[in-house]
Structure formats: structure tokens, C-alpha cells
């Protein structure tokens, strides 16, 4: 055990000479994030607050927990920003060293749960419109999202542990404590592997999966909403491929980096592994300004919304609908999905569906 610990200690001491790379990375990565994330998910909780119709959405909610899981992790990166300005030395109390690496976590995985609950919300909106109009309601979905809250944030509490740790002289934050606390960490990317990336994973695929079959089984067959059919398959390959290139890498990367570090792997490939490990984080904490690009170029409303609230702060009064209600139906849909983003782009489908079977 002695041995391990040892070995450990100077593998750990061998990629520490290679900081000097990590520091320029996430230096230039928050540069870019800090500002960027801050600014999109405040004005996205804005838009979200300024338009009070648009709160009686299931999806809404959702999204609305999604931008307040970006935002407040934003928050955080002008401390990063410090530490990395500084070339690793922390010059702030300890508690906000740990509250800075717990963020990142309850930022990652209540993201990912929120962006699965998002999946699974349009998965029964297209598929099965009368459960999800029975079914899914802004309190209820306010419940799941306080669920999901609870659930991250207390698996999250081992990470409180890591705080202000010295080293060649200098408090460091972000690093392990100790060479054996490496294997307390890697216990704990296990579990955060199958509950927080795995099965959401899994879940995503299997909703967009369907989602895709039914709209372009529905366009196909019923010649109805090819146009919105097409943005819809779009809109889910966006959340995918933004999904895989944020999520899974880090995942895969930090696995393996772990198990160089706790199986004392040769020096050379253990550094190798953890200049991938910093890309992929970076990769990871820009996910916090990708959710408000996917909000904006992905939904119609958002957009439609989001000019109506600059609209209000700029007149104080709420914009006229004008012309654009001379096309609406002034029966209630009985099939509403309760202003679902994508109910603009699968609704002719659903209808014509239904109305054949």
C-alpha cells in the first residue's frame, strides 16, 4: 500500500509539471464563457420571467431550471478566471474553492437531467398527445425539476470535501487533496457515469429516436407538416450532437484519465490523458452557453418571446399581436400542448394522425 502510494504520488507530481498547458486552457476557455454565458442565460430567465403566458408551458419549466443551472454556474467562472490568472494560486476563503467545484457538478448533471427531461416531455407530446395533455402540467413538471435539484445536489455533496489544498507552497483549488483521494474520486465518476451520463443517455436516443420515426412516419404517410417535420428532425439532431460533444467526451476521457492516475499508467500517457481531459472539460462547461443557443435557434417562440419581452422593457406595455391573430383559431384546441416549443412544428402531424386512426 505504501508502494501504490508512492508510486501514485510521483505520477500525480509528473503531470502537475504539465499545468503550465491546463492553465492557458481554461484561462482562454472562461475568457470566452464568462462573459458570453452570463449575459445569454441572464436574458433567457428574463424572457422567461417577462412573459408570464409562456410559464404555463411544461417545457418552459423545464427550461427555465436549465438556464438557472447555466446561469448560476456562470457565476462561478470569474473566480476560475482568477485562480487561472494567477497560475494557480487561490486567494479566496475556502468555502468558495468548494462551492466552486460543486457547482460545476450540479451544473453538469442537472443539465444533462434537465436536457433528458426536455427529451422525454417531446417524446410524449408527439407520440402521445392526449396522456401529455392529461399528464404533463406546469406544477407537476415544477415537482420533477425540484426532484432532480434534490436529487443532484445531495449526490454532489462528496465534492464539498475537496476544498484549499497546498502545494509547492501555494493554496490550489480544483485538485484532489491527497494521491489516495484519487480513488475516492474515481468511485464517485462511476457512479455520476451510469446515474448522471448513462442512463440519460440512453434515454435521449430512445426519445429522439421515436420522435424522428413518428414525424417522418407521419409526413410520409399523411403528406401533412413535411415542412415542420423537417425542422423538428433538425431541432433533434442539434440536441444530440450538442449532447455527445459536450457530455460524452468529458465522460470518457476523465474515466480513463482516472484510471491512469490510480493505476499508475507510464508518465508520458498519463499526461497525454490529462491534456484531453482539460479539452473535454472545456468542452463540458461550454454547455452552459450551447442550452441558450438551442433555446433561440431552435424554438420559434423563444424567438417570438424574446422580441416581445425587449419589446416591454423598451415600451413597458405588452407588444400587439396585430395581424398575426387573424390567423389563429379562436376555439381552444382541445389538443393543445400547452405552448410546447415544438408544438409549431409537430402539431399537423399529431392532428392528422389522429384524425385517421
Not at 48 to 75: E, H, I, T, Y
Amino acid at each position: 500500500m505504501a508502494h501504490n502510494n508512492s508510486s501514485m504520488a510521483l505520477l500525480v507530481a509528473c503531470f502537475h509539471d504539465d499545468d503550465a498547458f491546463k492553465y492557458r486552457a481554461y484561462t482562454v476557455t472562461y475568457l470566452l464563457l464568462c462573459p458570453v454565458a452570463i449575459l445569454c442565460n441572464i436574458g433567457a430567465l428574463a424572457v422567461f420571467f417577462l412573459q408570464k403566458n409562456r410559464r404555463s408551458s411544461a417545457s418552459c419549466v423545464v427550461m427555465m431550471n436549465l438556464a438557472l443551472s447555466d446561469g448560476s454556474f456562470s457565476l462561478t467562472l470569474p473566480l476560475r478566471l482568477a485562480y487561472y490568472f494567477r497560475g494557480g494560486v487561490w486567494d479566496f476563503p475556502d468555502w468558495l474553492c468548494r462551492l466552486c467545484v460543486y457547482g460545476f457538478y450540479l451544473n453538469l448533471y442537472t443539465s444533462i437531467l434537465f436536457l433528458t427531461l426536455l427529451s422525454a416531455l417531446r417524446w410524449l407530446a408527439v407520440n402521445h398527445p392526449l396522456r401529455h395533455r392529461d399528464l404533463v402540467t406546469p406544477p407537476r413538471t415544477l415537482l420533477v425539476c425540484v426532484g432532480v435539484w434534490l436529487f443532484v445536489g445531495v449526490s454532489s455533496v462528496p465534492f464539498l470535501s475537496n476544498g484549499v489544498t497546498d502545494r509547492a507552497g501555494s493554496p490550489r483549488c480544483f485538485e484532489p487533496s491527497s494521491p489516495s483521494s484519487w480513488g475516492r474520486v474515481l468511485i464517485l465518476n462511476y457512479v455520476a457515469l451510469a446515474l448522471g451520463f448513462l442512463l440519460p443517455f440512453l434515454t435521449i436516443l430512445a426519445c429522439y429516436g421515436r420522435i424522428v420515426r413518428r414525424l417522418t412516419a407521419g409526413a410520409r404517410v399523411h403528406g401533412a407538416g413535411r415542412r415542420g417535420s423537417g425542422r423538428s428532425v433538425r431541432l433533434v439532431a442539434m440536441v444530440t450532437a450538442t449532447f455527445l460533444l459536450c457530455f460524452l467526451p468529458y465522460h470518457v476521457v476523465r474515466t480513463l484519465h482516472l484510471h491512469a492516475v490510480c493505476g499508475a499508467w507510464p508518465c508520458g500517457l498519463t499526461v497525454a490523458l490529462q491534456r484531453a481531459a482539460v479539452v473535454t472539460l472545456c468542452l463540458a462547461a461550454s454547455n452552459s452557453v450551447v442550452n441558450p443557443l438551442l433555446y433561440y435557434y431552435g424554438t420559434r417562440t423563444f424567438r417570438g418571446h424574446m422580441r416581445d419581452a425587449h419589446w416591454s422593457l423598451r415600451t413597458g406595455s405588452k407588444r400587439s399581436e396585430g395581424p398575426r391573430l387573424l390567423s389563429l383559431n379562436p376555439k381552444p384546441d382541445p389538443l393543445s400542448l400547452n405552448s410546447d416549443p415544438w408544438a409549431t412544428s409537430c402539431q399537423n402531424i399529431v392532428m392528422t394522425s389522429l384524425k385517421v386512426h
